[in-house]
């Protein structure tokens, strides 16, 4: 990675600037060429370092609803049960933690009537119950690793 | 997107709610690597580069689009360690703290949640960083800061990631 790759990705997490050509205005302000850019962006995407390029939704604002929630599940079973989880297209993260609850996903579904219905699926297909922490307020949402 | 949010702008007619549920199918996995974006947005969805734009425009504003960014894996970058912190916070003074836990720069999310029978913390902040240790003094910043308005603690690293696919609804509903 070289400085203009540097350059690029911290840019890049903040956004791109909504103007009619914003590959052209983000070469401006790097000063590169727009189309070496882009080709540096797919390198980046094609090798990992980026996971995606594009709109962030914030799913809740266009009617739908997630939320985080936690299984304690017992050591050996649980990577039968990260498969069931795996295999639901509701679940869109899913982390071990080392705690007594020690499986945390993310839930996503286009209403809040998903949510209930999958956390039911759940607990009906794993047999355990399901610690649901749904948000209550947001106090900051802004991931930016600096490189 | 059946339930738009924002009720009384006249832009949540049906054809821009149409639209929106559209931008959202045809980007969720992402934005092609094209010289003109919202050419490529526009003819997709039937419509013209100014309508596009505008909409854009007008999700970004609304919230509905945090922003359109390259999303890092952190992993990759060197951020190895991530510590999901839980506070027991008192609950006359988390509308003052939770907004300050989550200025700090260390801090990506912060949420306020509900407390549970066998889950009694109420404040989240997630930490990232670049070693063990590093989270560990981000957790004692956030201790310090709340001070004696928080009852308990803990941090829960996560030591296996078990799926990351991102949030994909527009296909399920």
């Known amino acids: ?147 | 997107m059946s339930a738009c949010t924002s009720r009384s702008d006249p832009s949540d007619a049906p054809e821009s709610m149409e639209l929106t549920k559209r931008l959202v199918e045809l980007t969720e996995a992402g934005l092609p690597l094209v010289d003109d974006p919202w050419a490529w947005l526009a003819e997709r969805l039937g419509t013209s580069i100014e309508v596009t734009l505008e909409l854009l425009q007008r999700l970004q504003t609304e919230g509905a689009i945090r922003r359109i960014a390259a999303v890092p894996n952190h992993y990759r970058l060197g951020y190895r360690h991530n510590g999901m912190t839980v506070w027991d916070v008192d609950d006359a003074e988390i509308a003052r703290l939770g907004p300050l836990i989550g200025s700090q720069a260390f801090v990506s999310h912060c949420y306020r949640r509900p407390r549970q029978p066998g889950w009694h913390y109420n404040l989240f902040a997630m930490v990232h960083g670049r070693s063990a240790d590093e989270i560990e003094a981000y957790r004692a910043e956030i201790r310090q800061l709340l001070g004696s308005a928080c009852r308990a603690e803990d941090m829960l690293v996560s030591s296996r990631i078990l799926k990351k696919t991102g949030l994909r609804v527009s296909s399920r509903r």
């Not at chain 1, 090798?47 to 809740?60: N, S």
């Not at chain 1, 286009?110 to 999958?118: F, K, R």
């Open chain 1, 1 to 147: 990675m070289d400085d203009l790759d540097r350059r690029l990705i911290n840019r890049l997490q903040l956004g791109v600037p909504l103007v009619r050509h914003p590959w052209q205005a983000l070469a401006e302000e790097l000063d590169a060429d727009a189309a070496q850019l882009r080709e540096r962006v797919q390198a980046r995407l094609d090798d990992g370092t980026l996971t995606r390029f594009g709109p962030m939704f914030d799913i809740e604002r266009l009617g739908g609803a997630f939320t985080l929630a936690a299984l304690s599940v017992p050591e050996a079973r649980f990577d039968r049960v990260a498969e069931q989880l795996a295999a639901m297209p509701e679940v869109a993260h899913n982390y071990r933690r080392e705690h007594a609850w020690n499986m945390w996903f993310v839930l996503g579904c286009a209403t809040p009537e998903g949510i209930a219905q999958t956390i039911a699926r759940i607990e009906a297909e794993t047999g355990l119950p399901v610690l649901n922490l749904p948000k209550e307020e947001t106090y900051h949402v802004g991931l930016h690793f600096p490189v």
